[in-house]
């Protein structure tokens, strides 16, 4: 079913673009429509086009020519879309002839967020682990078709496809995608988001870990004078309660710091941390207001919980997650936050269900967060005999040193989509995108153009 049009308003970015901002009502489940008894989701989204200003103004009636769209898929789980001028690479797109589409995913920015408050609406522990369950790729993916329904409702019938871009999270539900609505793609880009084919995190994990680990070694090989002052660090959140806007600093959310590692910078930024809050301890014997609101701000959780709840879930087909990362991690001592080890390591893309403490967000659906992590049900998120027949160009980015899709098992994916191109780096880290869109872009559209001989 097409998407319900709720409102849409223009405006321009002077000198840019021309911005519509959409919101539309959606099935929160769509085995039970609203026309069956089955509730909505509100939608936000937000198109861009090339702002076109001429010398001369000629008055013009809307086009009504199909449009080139260009879908983006956000990262995440979790996490809202920004206002499109904020993208370096829309400029590049935009130059193709491409209109790009921003969806906040289900539960996040405007599209009807998720938060402790909201969730709760819902009922009790079982009833809100069951609604989150509807909060997945898949049904990611049926928004974006209801969505691409409406929009192309009045396009002849063979101009009706559009193109997907998806970005870490976004590529797994590109895949989704891949699998459930082929028919809907005219081609999908992928960066940093070929997805493990897996039916649990564990084996997502087994692999993740080591890049981890080399990411850890890198860090106190730039800066080794930082080994003791996180020892320095931990052994006073190991004395001392210490309170954040969001909840409580303690040494398992400290060395969830290492979540930064896989950014372009990431090492810098914790160092800058590190030293900010051991030059603290060292003058004030505590923390000073602005270190603590530099690592609050460098966790936000409480901010995007779908993230920390949903987070190992969008691995699994079938089985139950089990809290796996944390299973991992008390395997190996380097972990240790006691000091005991030569250096104390810090995690990475993670979650542990010690968050439900450090976090008063996630504290309050601790009970559902539980659920979800020994639910079984999860329905399958990709179709790998429809991929491996696939006929939807997709063209990949892939980073070989990437800390959150690994390189091997992104690799054994591209493999079994049929006819995916990939350009495949080690000069990059997971947020290229962002970091450094003009070449990401320019070697995504080579490979679609077939410029390389």
Known sequence: MAAKLI?????????????????????VDYNKLPSEGGSTLRLFARSVSRLDTPVE???????????????????????????????????????????????????????????AGTLARQ?????????????????????CEAIRQYLTQDYPEDQRKWSIMGQSFGGFCATTYLSKYPHSLKEAFICAGLPPLVNDPDPVYARTYEKVL?????????????????????????????????????????????????FHGGIDTVHDVVLRACSDLEIFDSFTQPTLATIDGNGG?????????????????????????????????????????????????????????SYSELNKIREAAEILAKTEDWPALYNEDVLAQNEVPVYAATYIDDMYVHYDLASQT???????????????????????????????FALRDDTID
């Open 7 to 27: 409102d849409k308003r223009l405006h321009n970015v002077p000198g840019k673009m021309r911005v519509a901002e959409w919101f539309f009502d959606v099935p």
């Open 57 to 115: 103004q000629q008055p013009k009636e809307e086009s009504k020519a199909p449009i080139s769209w260009l879908l983006y898929l956000q990262g995440g789980p979790g996490f809202g879309c920004g206002p499109p001028q904020n993208y370096a690479w829309v400029e590049p797109v935009l130059s193709k002839g491409y209109q790009v589409m921003f969806m906040d995913q289900r539960g996040t920015g405007l599209s009807q967020t998720i938060t």
């Open 123 to 143: 009922g009790n522990p079982i009833q809100q682990a069951e609604y989150l369950k509807h909060f997945r790729a898949d049904n990611i993916v049926n928004d």
């Open 214 to 262: 080399e990411r850890n070694k890198v860090y106190y090989s730039k800066y080794p004078e930082d080994i003791e002052r996180v020892k320095t660090i931990m052994k006073y959140l190991t004395a001392n309660k210490v309170a954040l806007p969001s909840g409580w600093l303690t040494p398992a959310r400290f060395q969830q710091l290492g979540l930064l590692f896989g």
């Open 301 to 357: 959780m409480d901010n995007n919980i779908i993230y920390a709840i949903l987070h190992e879930a969008i691995y699994c087909q079938g089985k139950s997650s089990r809290w796996s990362a944390d299973r991992k991690v008390k395997q190996d001592i380097r972990f240790k936050t006691d000091g005991s080890q030569p250096e104390i390591y810090f995690t990475g893309e993670m979650v542990f269900p010690d968050m439900l403490d």
């Open 414 to 444: 591209a493999a079994k989509i049929k006819g995916t191109k990939q350009f495949i780096t080690n000069t990059m880290y997971h947020d290229a995108l962002r970091s450094k869109s003009g070449e990401v872009m320019r070697q995504l």
